[in-house]
């Protein structure tokens, strides 16, 4: 009788509790890697974020850097694209600071107006809430905002509160998006080098995929953001609703939330046409809020971002809640690049991109460009 035709001996456990249990203790595994990455990753998150920050400046100056360079040096291109990048950004900080400063207590009064009504009609309207109701209503959403309010300060306070800390992640960020325009895939490639070889591809690939989803999706917020800001902003001046710039900077910073951060923008200027305007023009602001967010998810994401972020709108909102749990806004913003790519990295590593084939059938060779 061969091995084969011998009968099994069971030790009674079912297979399907066996390959269950040993697909537990393998997730629990890499949890556990990824929970030591993490820590290791927060011990010097100051020079982390200065990196990473580095990463997004440089994906959004290498397109501009490029079509410099084909009539300039590539330092020379650098600098320039970087002059023309940073003039941008602070432009943009100057609108909405000066709309800030210069309609900011008349947006304050009108949106404190309008919470007054909202106030009024949930006692008097179909709800009518009592008194008492109504008041722990509000006290848990200002308790709430407080809460996200100081744990946003103390992140802040935490990560600036060293002068030493501060210089070392100014020094990586400057030197970082220095030499991410300069030599992007010599950096890269010596890092792949440095892994056996029989890996070194399939990281490679992962890797270009991943900045690909990252260096998308940072050019395609910007993008998408300003066309957000300008279309509520056409949107409040033919409601005649007040306050339009200072209400369209807010959506333009909103939008760099995804998916919820623009709607939630435009709910204050609902709140403001509610005061000023009366509840009609607000619900067309409600209206316009569902117009501009169709438009942004259906045709501008799609169109501006194609294959950088390809994930569903409720794992969008996912990413970020986690996100804004682990780093508070900063985890937010950050949260839906890095998502994207470890979803593309997933489907490379799965056999289910259908641009990259898995595994690789060729070794890894360094690029030739600098």
Same mark, same amino acid.
């Given at each position: 009788m061969t091995t084969r035709d011998q009968p099994q001996i069971s030790d009674g456990v079912p297979d399907t509790l066996k390959k269950a249990s040993g697909f537990t203790w393998r997730i629990l595994v890499l949890l !556990?890697?990824? =929970?030591?990455? $993490?820590?290791? &990753?927060?011990?010097?998150?100051?020079?982390?974020?200065?990196?990473?920050f580095a990463?997004?400046?440089?994906?959004?100056?290498?397109?501009?850097?490029?079509?410099?360079?084909?009539?300039?040096?590539?330092?020379?291109?650098?600098?320039?694209?970087?002059?023309l990048i940073g003039s941008f950004i602070l432009g943009i900080l100057f609108i909405v600071i000066r709309s800030s400063v210069d309609e900011g207590p008349k947006?304050?009064?009108?949106?404190?107006?309008?919470?007054?009504?909202?106030?009024?009609?949930?006692q008097n309207g179909p709800l009518n809430l009592s008194d008492e109701s109504?008041?722990?209503?509000?006290?848990?959403?200002?308790?709430?905002?407080?809460? !996200?309010?100081? =744990?946003?300060? $103390?992140?802040? &306070?935490?990560?600036?509160?060293?002068i030493g800390t501060l210089v070392i992640a100014g020094s990586v960020f400057l030197f970082g998006v220095i030499f991410f325009l300069l030599t992007p895939n010599r950096i890269w490639d010596w890092f792949v080098s440095w892994l056996p070889k029989e890996v070194a591809e399939s990281v490679n690939v992962s890797g270009r995929i991943a900045w690909g989803s990252i260096s998308g999706y940072t050019r395609g917020i910007v993008v998408i953001a300003f066309a957000d800001a300008v279309l509520v902003f056409i949107g409040l001046l033919i409601l005649q609703v007040p306050l339009a710039p200072a209400l369209a900077a807010v959506v333009f910073l909103g939008a760099f939330i995804p998916v919820i951060g623009a709607p939630i923008a435009?709910?204050?200027?609902?709140?403001?046409?509610?005061?000023?305007?009366?509840?009609?023009?607000?619900?067309?602001?409600?209206i316009l809020t569902v117009i501009v967010g169709s438009f942004d998810g259906d045709v501008l994401q799609p169109l501006v971002m194609g294959k950088a972020v390809?994930?569903?709108?409720?794992?969008i909102i996912l990413a970020i809640a986690a996100g804004s749990i682990a780093l508070g806004i900063v985890g937010a913003l950050i949260a839906v690049p890095i998502a994207g790519a470890v979803?593309?990295?997933?489907?490379?590593?799965?056999?289910?991109?259908?641009?990259?084939?898995?595994?690789?059938t060729h070794p890894f060779i360094p690029s030739q460009s600098p």
């Open positions: !556990a890697g990824f =929970g030591v990455f $993490v820590l290791a &990753l927060n011990a010097i998150f100051p020079v982390v974020f200065a990196l990473f990463m997004l400046v440089a994906a959004w100056t290498q397109p501009v850097m490029n079509l410099f360079h084909r009539l300039l040096p590539k330092v020379l291109s650098m600098l320039l694209a970087l002059l947006l304050l009064e009108s949106l404190t107006a309008g919470l007054n009504e909202i106030e009024k009609w949930l109504l008041s722990n209503l509000l006290s848990q959403a200002q308790s709430w905002g407080e809460t !996200a309010a100081k =744990g946003i300060a $103390v992140g802040l &306070l935490d990560s600036l509160s060293s435009t709910f204050f200027a609902a709140v403001v046409a509610l005061a000023e305007r009366g509840p009609l023009i607000a619900l067309l602001v409600v390809n994930l569903h709108p409720l794992a979803y593309g990295v997933a489907k490379y590593l799965t056999g289910r991109d259908p641009e990259h084939s898995y595994p690789p």
